[in-house]
């Protein structure tokens, strides 16, 4: 008689996570720091050590000693379901990782097994599965027509055909959050720096595919992230710019991936380059703005890259604001709620961390909450007006900096 076939396969994992499932110690630190788990009212399901403990034991059911003697196991479709609605309950924001005593990359983990559920047929979830189809078919999520990227730029900024500095600005901010597109450019413009832009030939990152288990399905985030580095190579670029932390992170990390080549270009975030001119005192403030300001670090910008202390040198450096932490900073940060297509896929567990980001930001009594990515600033503002903190504003570094330079922003389509 021929022997079961496993119900779920290795594919998708490297031969360091296999052994990463059998290195979780139990301990549970991951649990008391996770950010869905404890929005959700603390599912056992979400608890990153459980979805670890339930994988190996499918492995075990699979290929263990006894699935080769006997058979493997079979493991029910209802109970793979169930575990692909968990391990899709999480913003990948790597709080997990960070806490791990023993050193597993959960973040890489996650996404394997999502990779894996999707090939499997069980992924991913809910409306995370249009992701494919828009950015295949209009280059960005948001189903916008691309050429309207940056079509809507007033027409005092200048953009050259080509320059060294190029400006990747990005699906959120170029087609929904115009106004952090329109500071980083005026604000290039006003130091004089000539940049160019991809325009309607910029291709959504790939970040969205990627983080949910896609990047695989007709090569369409491979394929893609070829096209945007040979459009940038072809603008003459040496420096790409990002305001976004999701294209930043995708750019810096997964594109040599998926292209197998290193970069051809340095990648850097807007706050890090505008670091580097206000420590040359390159930069000229003209305004004072008298608040008190907290930062909320991007998880792609800070435990995924390790870029925490520009922002805050460019919040500090701004005439009239007091600067003020929250309790959770840098590498132990709560997650704004909104990664890992949480946001698109379970919009009210997103919510629910973005609530207490919020929380956190108001026990330090700060009047702004400012992030340095523009789907941050989304989801904590949903967060925000969700808890009713009418009083509370919530914007980005790029925008603050912009204003304190004089830069009137006030025409934003936002």
Partial sequence: MAKREPSITTENFTAVQLMELDSCSRCGE???????????GQDPGLAP???????????NQSYGLRAKLFGPKEISEEEIEQFKDDVYGCTTCGMCATVCESAI????????????????????????????????????????????????????????????????????????????????????????IKFTMLGEDEICCGSALIRTGQYFINDTAKVNAQKNVDNIKAKGAKIVLYACAGCFRASKVDWPRLTEKELPFKVMHITEYLQGLIEKGEIKWEKSIDKTVTY???????????????????????????????????ENQRC???????????????????????????ATKAELLSS???????????????????????????????????????????
């Avoid at 005439?319 to 003020?324: M, N, V």
Wanted: net charge negative.
């Fill in 49 to 59: 050590r459980d979805k670890i403990l339930r994988w190996r034991e499918y492995m």
């Fill in 336 to 362: 704004c709620g909104a990664g890992g297509g949480v946001k698109a896929g379970i919009p009210d567990l997103a919510l629910g961390v973005a609530s207490t980001r919020v929380e956190d930001a108001l």
């Fill in 296 to 330: 909320h670090d991007p998880c792609h910008l800070g435990r995924h890259v390790g870029v925490f202390e520009p922002p805050r040198a460019v919040l500090e450096a701004i005439p009239g604001i007091k600067f003020i932490e929250m309790e959770r900073i840098e």
């Fill in 30 to 40: 991951c649990v008391d720091w996770c950010p869905t788990y404890d929005a959700s």
């Fill in 105 to 192: 990359n959960t973040v890489e983990l996650w996404e394997s097994m999502r990779a894996n559920l999707v090939k499997r047929g069980n992924g991913p979830f809910g409306k995370q599965g249009a992701f494919l189809k828009l950015i295949g078919e209009y280059k960005n999520p948001y189903m916008e027509d691309n050429a309207n990227r940056v079509n809507w730029f007033p027409e005092d900024i200048k953009v050259e055909d080509k320059a060294e500095i190029l400006y990747f600005g990005g699906c959120t901010a170029e087609l929904k959050q115009r106004k952090l597109a329109l500071a980083t450019a005026r604000l290039l413009n006003k130091l004089g």
């Fill in 372 to 414: 340095a990515c523009p789907f941050c600033k989304r989801n904590l503002s949903d967060g925000r007006d969700a808890i009713g903190a009418k009083d509370l504003e919530v914007e980005d570094v790029v925008v603050l900096a912009a204003e304190a330079m004089g830069i009137d922003l006030s025409d934003s389509p936002e």
